[in-house]
């Protein structure tokens, strides 16, 4: 975007202000918000920093005689106008100029006011918007809130106490507590307590300042307008980089430069390295710098570990430039794979790694990001490609790793005569030896599928959470059989089945011991994994000649044949014949050899994200997956499904909601909407089990079933089993409509409250190993405490014990832990209890991993000690000894 250096009126804040008669001098106003030397704005006006960061951006300018008038209000217009510049849509505005709009406006505003309300910024249907009317600040509390793509959260902030609470409209409330609990806009003082003035005309230096305010939210950049980290300030050249470190900017620093950090004056002396910067330049002169660090820069380097020396505490790293570098491992280091924590002896040489230094140059933090290429030779086969010559092999780790093979690979494998690669199946336990990267032999250490004289039948009927299944045999006779809770379950593809990947139908083959199912193999299908499928929707489909015609998600057009006894699944029911299959229909298929189709999974729903809901005249306005803007009419008895809300209706719908809809012709009958909910998981079900018991943030209790439907994720870990998840861990769960659909661990710190900072959003914590982390508490953050939830961090005080996690949105779900004082009694002779003067309190193991001094610590306590106990789910997660 170039400064404002034309006389052009049309969408400039010349034109907005010709409104009322107040016609800027543009060329002399660029100049003067350039150089922030306004008459009437001293460089001590509490907005200074404000207006000529705006003007700077063009989203104001100042008047033809070198004024800005920073007390005058603004009309609705003009607010409007100023927040569609403030979000970078200038150009686009343009498009809509020749839309149709119920005001009467200026020419120069039609195409702006046009975009606004297809943005949803202004809404005709609540008829509050009067073009020359000032602009209250409850109006643009409603229009800011709008602004940063808040609306969802409307009714759901903590209500904030103002004395005249009371007259503040009741529409405008819950706008209220948005923009406030964003730090968009705030009260004023008086006497004891803040008045937020609901209608009290916003000044033109308050416009600038809650814009400012906003644009942690907004995708600012432009020509002239940059965000990045601080390389270097060397001489009057100040260089700054994006976050990888790869793309670099410089700038020359002048005496008219203008540094911020934050909202307070300072230099370019006083510039940390990899701050996050806000550059505003022209002619490659940086005019304006502020320090914002909306989010901090990643500090750690990726290496192949070489050499460990455990003697030594020392590591051999590669770097990625291919250097060798030598490292000692400091005390306190944490080390870690994912989510696990690991000792220096688990890792081997070739293992990928992710490190961080300490200003000592000692290594602090050390994480496998992937195991040695060693580690892979071994494990089970997974597929042969027999065309492309691949084996694909699944390591103990869970990773999937594939090697090339040749004509002359030899295998080695009992009790077959003259064996080749084709002998092998899924399952075979197999070590593999390279020459040159290619797999010179395969050694077969133990064969899939040995059932030892086991008996094969055909799935009649299946309960996962009764485990039984009723199998029907080769002599046509059924009979009911438990399932062990240990019994292994084995699915060609599927990394980890359990008994809900069996379905009605399947031809098995099973072991029975004492009566029980022990083992149970299903033979007559695979799993596909979702990157060997091609996508799109059905162009056409003859089903006399069972040929489908698929349009891909690029356009292009291909036709297949579909096999006979191909797999057909319809939102996860499946299907025996084509007929189920309509035109238009997403799917995803897969293919064998022959190119042929012998896989479709098909989605007879819509997916769409919401712009608009219209309740009034049942109209609903959605954005589709290729980008498309369409609107919709919503069939009076259309069925919505929300998880955990009962009475779903088009009220219930938020913008930006995630959906998928059925269509009836042009109406909509059927919704599912999208939600993630973050949940603390209180037990898991064991080590055969796919249960979890989780306790939401209001403290209700549910139980999720992870099975093959469910995608399921841990950070570190490729390939999860539902045993690896412990007591406290903090999970999003993704749900569409009643069904749940995602499973994700989320990665969560446990500490001591360091320090807090309600004007910053920040709180600094430090763990039980003494590393601080600063945490970043955005909008819709929600902190625990006892019985009730706050949404704002001024809850927190030094000292508080907290488990924080991520929830969506760069938001944060933060509990405090319930402390207990008391004084030490006596330690139970096994140490797993502790007596107190209140009560007595079990020591799980997971609280002496994480509490690594807990052992000395109870050693040292006395009868009679001061003891501060701390527990989340009335599990003990810390002891410290008060003095």
Do not use: C
């Not at 008996?455 to 009764?466: E, F, L, P, Q």
């Not at 199912?517 to 091609?534: A, E, F, G, P, Q």
């Not at 029911?573 to 309509?582: G, P, R």
């Not at 049942?618 to 009962?646: F, H, M, N, Q």
């Amino acid at each position: 975007m170039k400064r404002i250096t034309r006389t052009i009126v049309p969408f400039t804040l010349a034109g907005l202000l010709s409104v009322n008669g107040l016609l800027p001098a543009v060329a002399d106003a660029a100049s003067n918000a350039a150089s922030g030397q306004f008459k009437d704005v001293s460089a001590n006006h509490w907005a200074s920093q404000y207006i000529l960061k705006m003007g700077l951006r063009d989203v104001v300018a100042g008047y033809n005689d070198g004024t800005f008038r920073p007390d005058e209000s603004v009309t609705q217009l003009q607010a409007l106008a100023m927040v569609v510049r403030n979000m970078g849509l200038t150009e686009e505005a343009k498009k809509y100029e020749s839309t149709a709009i119920p005001y009467s406006v200026p020419d120069w505003a039609k195409g702006s006011v046009a975009l606004a309300i297809s943005k949803g910024l202004i809404k005709p249907t609540e008829k509050n918007f009067y073009p020359d009317m000032p602009a209250s600040r409850a109006w643009v509390a409603q229009l800011m809130v709008r602004m940063i793509d808040k609306e969802s959260e409307v009714g759901k902030a903590s209500s904030t106490l103002f004395t005249d609470g009371s007259s503040i409209p009741d529409w405008a409330k819950g706008y209220v507590d948005v923009a406030v609990a964003n730090d968009l806009i705030s009260g004023y003082k008086e006497g004891a307590g803040t008045a937020f003035k609901p209608n009290r005309a916003v000044t033109r230096a308050e416009m600038v300042t809650m814009l400012s305010k906003g644009e942690r939210f907004l995708k600012i950049e432009s020509a002239n307008t940059r965000i990045g980290y601080l390389q270097s300030v060397s001489g009057n050249t100040l260089t700054l980089t994006d976050e990888s470190g790869k793309e670099q900017y410089r700038y020359t620093i002048t005496s008219d430069t203008q540094f911020y950090n934050g909202n307070v004056k300072t230099t370019s002396a006083n510039l940390g390295t990899d701050s996050q910067l806000l550059v505003i330049s022209e002619n490659g002169q940086a005019r304006y710098v502020e320090v914002i660090n909306f989010k901090q820069k990643s500090k750690y380097d990726k290496a192949v570990l070489e050499k460990v020396f455990i003697e030594a505490n020392t590591v051999v790293l590669r770097l990625a430039d291919g250097k060798l570098q030598t490292y000692t491992i400091a005390k306190d280091a944490v080390i870690g794979a994912g989510m696990d924590r690991l000792k220096l002896s688990d890792f081997v040489n070739g293992d990928e790694v992710e490190f961080r230094l300490n200003t000592d140059g000692q290594v602090s933090e050390l994480f496998r990001t992937g195991l040695s290429k060693a580690q892979s030779l071994q494990g089970s086969v997974y597929d042969v490609d027999k065309q492309n010559k691949l084996l694909t092999i699944k390591a103990s780790s869970g990773k999937l790793e594939t090697y090339q093979y040749s004509d002359i690979t030899y295998v080695e494998y009992k009790g077959k005569r003259f064996p080749s690669i084709e002998d092998l199946l899924p399952g075979d336990e197999v070590k593999l030896e390279l020459t040159n990267g290619i797999v010179s032999k395969v050694v077969v250490e133990a064969e899939a599928g040995k059932t030892n004289g086991g008996d094969v039948g055909t799935v009649k009927a299946i309960s996962d959470k009764d485990r039984f299944v009723t199998l029907q045999g080769e002599d046509g006779k059924i009979q009911a059989y438990t399932v062990a809770q240990n019994a292994i379950i084995t699915l060609n593809g599927a990394l980890a089945p359990t008994l809900a990947d069996v379905k009605v139908g399947d031809k098995v083959e099973f072991k029975v011991q004492k009566d029980m199912i022990t083992s149970l193999t299903v033979k007559n299908r695979t799993v596909y994994n979702n990157k060997d499928l091609l996508s799109g929707s059905i162009f056409a489909l003859d089903k006399k000649n069972r040929i489908l015609s698929l349009k891909t998600t690029n356009g292009e057009l291909k036709a297949y044949e579909v096999v006979s006894n191909a797999e057909i699944l319809i939102n996860g029911s499946s299907k025996k014949e084509l007929d189920a299959l309509d035109k238009d229909m997403n799917v995803s298929i897969q293919l064998n050899e022959d190119n042929k189709i012998i896989y479709i999974n098909a989605d007879n729903r819509v997916r769409a994200e919401v712009v608009r809901v219209n309740t009034d005249d049942k109209l609903l306005t959605v954005k589709l997956a290729t980008g498309e803007t369409k609107v919709y009419v919503v069939d009076p008895k259309v069925d919505i499904t929300i998880y955990d809300v009962r009475g779903e209706d088009l009220r219930d719908l938020r913008i930006g909601d995630k959906i998928a809809m059925k269509m009836n012709g042009n109406k909509i009958t059927d919704i599912e909407v999208e939600r993630s909910f973050v949940y603390r998981v209180t037990e898991n079900g064991g080590t055969y089990s796919n249960r979890l018991t989780v306790q939401d943030e209001n403290g209700r209790s549910h139980d999720v079933i992870i099975d093959s439907r469910v995608t399921f994720s841990i950070p570190g870990i490729p390939y999860p089993r539902v045993s690896v998840v412990k007591k406290g861990d903090v999970l999003r769960a993704t749900y569409l409509g009643d069904d749940l659909k995602e499973i994700a661990i989320v990665p969560n710190v446990y500490g001591q409250v360091v320090s807090v900072s309600p004007e910053m959003g920040r709180i600094v914590v430090r763990d039980l190993n003494g590393v601080t982390s600063e945490v970043t508490a955005a909008y819709g953050t929600t902190i625990q405490l006892g019985d009730r939830q706050y949404t704002n961090i001024n809850v927190l005080k030094p000292g508080d014990r907290v488990q924080v996690a991520e929830a969506t949105n760069g938001a944060k779900s933060i509990v405090v832990l319930t402390k207990v004082e008391t004084t030490f009694n006596s330690l139970d002779p096994l140490g797993d209890r502790i007596y107190t003067a209140k009560q007595s309190y079990y020591l799980p193991d997971s609280l002496f991993n994480r509490q690594v001094n807990l052992q000395s610590l109870l050693r040292g306590l006395r009868k009679g000690d001061n003891v501060a106990i701390y527990l989340l789910n009335n599990e003990v997660y810390e002891i410290e000894k008060v003095n």
